[in-house]
Each structure stands twice: as C-alpha cells, then as structure tokens.
C-alpha cells in the first residue's frame, strides 16, 4: 500500500503563487504516473495534471494550462512530486488531491484509473 499525503494547501489571494507536494512512501517514483485531482465544491473530481509513466510526458488541464505546472522531485526527493500554481484564480478553489499509478497499470499509465490517492489538501483562493 503507497501513502501518499499532500502538503501546502491554504488560502491565498487571486493572482498568487501556491506549490502543492506530495510526498509518498515509496523510495522513488520511477516508473509510476502522477496526477493531480481537485473537487470544487458542489462539483465532481476533475483531473488537473498527469506525468505519464509511459514517456514522462505532461498534461494539464485546460483550465490551467500556463499557470500550473507539475514535476517530480529531483534527486534527493524521488519519492516526491509538485503542482506549482501560478497566477491563481477563484475558480481554482478546492481540494486537491495528489494520486498514483503503480508501474505496470497501463489503464492508469496516463492517470486514467489510480491506483493510490491523498486525502486531500484545501485551496482557497479569496480576497
């Protein structure tokens, strides 16, 4: 079982900056694909972002496409990966959830189906 817990959440003011983590308890990441998930209220869970396990390569939702960006942990944080929220607007208000694949779902190699998630940490974009 990977566990995975977000940190970083809180409130912030429209147009400022916010980075999420998610540290699991694997000692890397490699291999597994990495998404970032958030629920407005009243609204279902939508996929903001994904690194494929396939080719690495990264997806951002429409809706944040040039303000948000995810990544994972360099060398000495492999076990880790971001979402690094730029810009932030009302609308981006939620929780967001962090989540994994494990190496081997190819349902899940583009975050399609999960394997693992966080229980969450709230954004709150106010003035």
């Known amino acids: 079982q990977v566990q995975l817990v977000e940190s970083g959440g809180g409130l912030v003011q429209p147009g400022e900056s916010l980075r999420l983590s998610c540290t699991t308890s694997?000692?890397?990441?490699?291999?597994?694909?990495l998404g970032w998930f958030r629920q407005a209220p009243g609204k279902e869970r939508e996929e903001v972002s994904c690194i494929s396990s396939i080719d690495g390569s990264k997806f951002h939702a429409d809706a944040v496409k040039g303000r948000f960006s995810t990544s994972r942990g360099r060398a000495n944080a492999k076990n880790t990966f971001y979402l690094q929220m730029n810009s932030v607007k009302a609308d981006d208000t939620a929780v967001y959830y962090c989540?994994?694949?494990?190496?081997?779902?190819?349902?899940?190699?583009?975050?399609?189906?999960?394997?693992?998630w966080g229980k969450g940490t709230l954004v709150t974009v106010s003035s």
């Open positions: 694997v000692a890397t990441l490699d291999g597994y694909a």
């Open positions: 989540a994994v694949a494990m190496p081997g779902n190819l349902a899940g190699a583009e975050c399609d189906a999960m394997d693992h």
